[in-house]
């Protein structure tokens, strides 16, 4: 089946501009993730869904960030007034825990964010 | 604080030469240990993970919970192997904290 995809792929904003970046998670998983990767680094963990309840956003870098998913499927990372430490590429994952009890995360192409 | 240290940022081996990939973790709890892979032009993925003991394309990782390392070993590096890796703690059994990668790349 289709995997996690993302949209957009690339996107250019200006600083002080609003981005709204989408996740469409495996059909059917529970347990949703968003990681911000910067350049030369490895994932960070940023907020975790399973269905529409955000169980853990310890890792919002701060009160800009914001990410809802209120069906419990498709979710959406929001950035207000984007500043140039936001770019980097935003990766969404999903997982099924009731069907894999060795949870692992299946990830999205990522979206890469320019803030110029 | 839960660290992840992959102390090489670029290892490069010859193909046919057996490779090892360090990690290092700090110790809270009992975290499941997972290693993903990056290829080029594609997106991250599972390589292994210690719970299933499994070896893939090759690969093997050994969890030392006294030195809390979880090194990936291959005894013969091929030129497909090239990509990034990245050791993966899962802590919480939901939060990944990846290591920064090492960029392997086999040399014909």
């Known amino acids: 089946g289709a995997g996690v995809s993302q949209s957009p792929r690339y996107k250019v904003a200006k600083r002080g501009q609003d981005v709204a970046l989408r996740c469409d998670p495996i059909?059917?998983?529970?347990?949703l993730f968003w990681y911000q990767q910067a350049l030369g680094q490895g994932p960070e963990f940023l907020t975790y869904?399973?269905?529409?309840?955000?169980?853990?956003k310890s890792g919002l870098p701060s009160d800009r960030f914001f990410a809802e998913r209120p069906e419990g499927s498709v979710s959406t990372l929001k950035i207000q007034r984007t500043q140039q430490e936001d770019s980097a590429v935003y990766l969404c994952?999903?997982?099924?825990?009731?069907?894999?009890?060795?949870?692992?995360?299946?990830f999205g192409p990522g979206t890469r964010l320019t803030v110029t | 604080a839960q660290r992840v240290t992959q102390p090489e940022k670029l290892l490069s081996v010859f193909k046919g030469a057996p490779v090892e990939l360090k990690c290092n973790y700090s110790?809270?709890?009992?975290?499941?240990l997972f290693w993903y892979v990056q290829y080029s032009r594609q997106r991250l993925q599972l390589l292994l993970r210690h719970i299933s003991r499994e070896s893939i394309k090759g690969f093997t990782a050994d969890l030392n919970k006294g030195e809390t390392s979880f090194h990936l070993k291959k005894p013969f590096a091929q030129e497909e192997d090239s990509a990034m890796y990245y050791c993966?703690?899962?802590?919480?059994?939901?939060?990944?904290?990846f290591g920064s990668g090492t960029k392997l790349n086999v040399k014909p």
């Open positions: 059909s059917g998983h529970v347990s």
């Open positions: 993966a703690p899962l802590y919480n059994f939901n939060k990944f904290y």
């Open positions: 110790y809270s709890g009992s975290p499941e």
């Open positions: 994952a999903s997982s099924s825990p009731t069907r894999d009890i060795q949870r692992e995360q299946y």
């Open positions: 869904f399973q269905n529409e309840a955000q169980l853990d």
